[in-house]
């Protein structure tokens, strides 16, 4: 079965600073993992996602992740922080062919500081 | 264009009541999709839809829910003799059509609350 596991639940950072979120992913088949994002009392809106075309994969707002299958990782980095990444962020997988349905991760709060 | 539409945004009520969330998808997606997010944790499946008909419906936690989509496009879900552990925010997501590396667009929610 396949899942993800985001090694931190909450990272803080500096504004102008860079942005790392880490996740790890387990799959049997070659996986689709997709990042979203949820700001507070909102829906998740999708980040980037990885099908196998490319392995570093750039999203929205200048986000981006590298799929490094040697080390089953699909981490999210970002340049310089700003005050509005503020959020949380869940790394997502899915498995073709087979089940629909996305297996989410816990989640990791970013904190940004001025 | 409009993006998935849930409604409603909140709904409290009495433990032993039945609930019934809507969930109106992007026009033309044919798959649709319902999480439920606990506090602190992210979305976990409930099941999903091809056009009308339930693919997959593993992730409902026992026989009091239910869903359905009768004509494709606007999906319920139904909770019967609620408790207090389904309190969560339930979101609907929809996707062009059933293939997985598609992106799912999801709601804003519905937050449920039952006392």
């Known amino acids: 079965a396949q899942s993800v596991t985001q090694l931190d639940s909450h990272v803080s950072v500096s504004e102008g600073t860079p942005v790392l979120l880490r996740c790890n992913y387990s799959s049997s088949y070659s996986p689709s993992l997709f990042w979203y994002v949820q700001h507070p009392n909102k829906g998740l809106q999708l980040l980037l996602k990885y099908t196998s075309a490319a392995t570093l994969v750039k999203g929205i707002n200048g986000f981006e992740a590298e799929f490094k299958k040697s080390e089953t990782s699909f981490h999210l980095t970002k340049p310089s922080a700003h005050m509005s990444d503020a959020a949380e962020y869940f790394c997502v997988v899915s498995r073709y062919p087979g089940r629909r349905a996305l297996t989410f991760g816990s989640g990791t709060r970013l904190q940004v500081q001025p | 264009g409009a993006g998935v539409s849930q409604s409603p945004r909140y709904k409290v009520t009495k433990r032993g009541q039945d609930v019934a969330l809507r969930c109106d998808p992007i026009?033309?997606?044919?798959?649709l999709y319902w999480y439920r997010q606990a506090l602190g944790q992210g979305p976990e499946f409930l099941t999903y839809f091809n056009y009308e008909a339930q693919q997959d419906k593993s992730g409902l936690p026992n026989d009091r829910f239910s869903a359905e989509r009768p004509e494709g496009s606007i999906s319920t879900l139904t909770i019967q003799r609620t408790e207090q552990r389904d309190s969560a925010m339930y979101r609907c997501?929809?996707?062009?059509?059933?293939?997985?590396?598609?992106?799912?667009?999801f709601g804003d929610g519905t937050r449920l609350s039952i006392l």
């Open positions: 026009s033309g997606h044919v798959s």
């Open positions: 997501a929809s996707s062009p059509d059933g293939n997985s590396n598609q992106p799912q667009h």
